[in-house]
């Protein structure tokens, strides 16, 4: 019986949405960024905008892993200017661990979030009241997706 059906057939159920997908891309090559750019001594970096980005930046901002960062441009061409951080000549961020990956989705109650380098690190949870650190999450009684842990 010859093949009824030209080309590919039915393609096959889509698992997850191109999205949420890019999202995760996104704050994954920022990170890497970021680190590369220490690891060659760089002054800043910049990143294509985004909200979660954004967040994140914040975060890492505020536990001194970065100088800071700006906002620079308007509507589709906005970027993030990212200043590093050096403590004696190296880089202020020791390591990173991706947990959440494109591939793989890990995600946790607020119970199960557990410290990083024994208190030495964070680990950053994107959840319904935003992107908060390990600390945050428990505080707020709050879990969701795990995104990476920094020290």
Known sequence: MPNL???????????????????????INLLTKIKNAQMGKKENIKAVFSKIDEAIVKILSANNYIDGFEKKGRGVKRILDVKLKYIDGKGAINGMKFISKPSRRIYVGYEKIKPVKRGYGMSVVSTPK?????????????????LFEIW
């Open 130 to 146: 935003g992107v908060l650190t390990n600390k945050e999450a428990k505080k707020e009684k709050v879990g969701g997706e795990m």
């Open 5 to 27: 059906f030209q080309g590919n057939g039915f393609p096959g159920s889509n698992t997850g949405s191109k999205k949420s997908k890019l999202v995760i891309i996104m704050y």
